[in-house]
Every structure is written in C-alpha cells, then in structure tokens.
T-cell receptor
C-alpha cells in the first residue's frame, strides 16, 4: 500500500539549533516528493520538491531535503531554526505518471521553537 | 507569481443555508483542487478539475457541489451542511494534474 510516514508527531527545538524532520514513504516507483509548511490558520506553502536529478534539493526559508532511494526517505533539514519556523510540516508524495495523480500525505510534524 | 486566492476567509452558516466558496488563480494552471482540512490533520482531497472538467470526486457528499466556470475560477457550492463539515477548505492549482500544487490561504467554515 502507498503511504507516507512522518514518525515525529511533535518536535521542540531551541532557536538557532539544527532541525531534521523525517519522512519515509512506501511507493511502487520513485514518486514526486514534496514538503509543505502550514502556519496556524494559514494555507499550505511549498517548501521544496524533488522530481529527479540531484538528490539534495534546496528550498525556501533556508530549508533543504535529501532524497535517499535506498531508505525511501526524504528528510527535511535546516541548519539554524528561527522562531518563525514554528508551524506544521507535511511531507507528501505523488505519482510521476498516470492519470490519477493524487498526493498522499503524511500526518504532519508540529514544530515548536523555544526562544 | 504562485498566488491562489480564496474568498471568503471566514464563513459561518446554518445547516439550512446555501453559500459558495470561491477560488481564483491567474497562473494559467489547468488543474484545480478542493481539499478539506481538519485541525492538526493533513488535507483531504475532495475534487479535482482538469482542463475545466471534473476528473476526480472523492466520494464527497452531494451537499458539496463544485463548479469550474473557466480555467481561472473554481467554486464550491454548499447546501444543507452538517456541523461536522466545519473545517478549513483549501483550494490548490497546478500547471497540469500531477505537477506541483500551489495552495490558497483557505476558507475557514463553521457550520452551526
């Protein structure tokens, strides 16, 4: 079955600390991979995506993610967290072919940032 | 520009009311989506329009009725909703189905 797992429901980090949010997926073929962020009461903002090519992708707000095919993972990282990064983070995967291109979403990781 | 706009931002309606949510994009995208999102949960896909035709309906109750008047506009007509329909309704668009989806800010709906 196709699925996305974000193992950490909630993470708290101190401002200035590094961050890694985990995402593992189960899929028949290499999918398209996305990270979205949602601040309270807001819509979803695309942080970054992987379609093909270089497995280390850079996104907005200083985030990066690395696709590891052997581990079926697409972990999100940031070297130094800012208080404004406190939000809900969703990993999503989608098929790179076919007519029914629905995204499969992880349950999200809630990030809190201590001053 | 990757902006999707949604109106209204907030909506309170009774169970007998009829209301509509509106979504607009001017990026030339040919796929548009409606999602429902409950607090602290991922969004749930409701409908997909591809080239202005309904291509996916995720078994959504008929009290939700989507409409795509043209390639830039997407409406969601609401009628006889239930309190459990209270949620954040998100619109998204992508260049074509399966490509990167860009989301609007959402309409927060409360059904009394």
């Amino acid at each position: 079955a196709q699925s996305v797992t974000q193992p950490d429901i909630h993470i708290t980090v101190s401002e200035g600390a590094s961050l890694e949010l985990r995402c593992n997926y189960s899929y028949g073929a290499t999918p398209y991979l996305f990270w979205y962020v949602q601040s309270p009461g807001q819509g979803l903002q695309l942080l970054l995506k992987y379609f093909s090519g270089d497995t280390l992708v850079q996104g907005i707000k200083g985030f990066e993610a690395e696709f590891k095919r052997s581990q079926s993972s697409f972990n999100l990282r940031k070297p130094s967290v800012h208080w404004s990064d406190a939000a809900e983070y969703f990993c999503a995967v989608g098929p790179n072919a076919g007519n029914n291109r629905k995204l499969i979403w992880g349950l999200g990781t809630s990030l809190a940032v201590n001053p | 520009d990757t902006e999707v706009t949604q109106t209204p931002k907030h909506l309170v309606m009774g169970m007998t009311n009829k209301k509509s949510l509106k979504c607009e994009q001017h990026m030339g995208h040919r796929a548009m989506y409606w999602y429902k999102q409950k607090a602290k949960k991922p969004p749930e896909l409701m409908f997909v329009y591809s080239y202005e035709k309904l291509s996916i309906n995720e078994s959504v109750p008929s009290r939700f009725s989507p409409e795509c008047p043209n390639s830039s506009l997407l409406n969601l007509h609401l009628h006889a909703l239930q309190p459990e329909d209270s949620a954040l309704y998100l619109c998204a668009s992508s260049q074509v189905p399966g490509e990167t989806q860009y989301f609007g800010p959402g309409t927060r709906l409360l059904v009394l």
